[in-house]
Nanobody, 116 residues
Framework: QVQLVESGGGLVQPGGSLRLSCAAS????????MNWYRQAPGKERELVAG????????TYADHVKGRFTVSRDNAADTVYLQMNSLKPEDTAVYYCTARVAGINFWGQGTQVTVSS
């Protein structure tokens, strides 16, 4: 079955960096676009970044443009989110997602906390 497992979250100081990973299995990873979402306490889940199946096209939410970079390794069935210049408002649980056969699949999420 489809599985998405995020890792790489943690506590980081403002201005710091983290790299999130999402290992996928159970579907033809290279054929599907992938997205990263996040949900902060008391807020709705929001789209952070997306990447096409081949990796040639990416999209970002306005508030992360220039700071976050989404990439993928189709040989390793893994998508990444490099986050630089982190701000306290980036604190959230980050999820990777894939829409396979009309169903939206989500990982369990990884907590990112930006605090001094």
């Amino acid at each position: 079955q489809v599985q998405l497992v995020e890792s790489g979250g943690g506590l980081v100081q403002p201005g710091g960096s983290l790299r999130l990973s999402c290992a996928a299995s159970g579907f033809a990873f290279s054929a599907y676009a992938m997205n990263w979402y996040r949900q902060a306490p008391g807020k709705e889940r929001e789209l952070v970044a997306g990447i096409s199946s081949g990796g040639g096209s990416t999209t970002y939410a306005d508030h992360v443009k220039g700071r976050f970079t989404v990439s993928r390794d189709n040989a390793a069935d893994t998508v990444y989110l490099q986050m630089n210049s982190l701000k306290p408002e980036d604190t959230a649980v980050y999820y990777c997602t894939a829409r396979v056969a009309g169903i939206n699949f989500w990982g369990q999420g990884t907590q990112v906390t930006v605090s001094s």
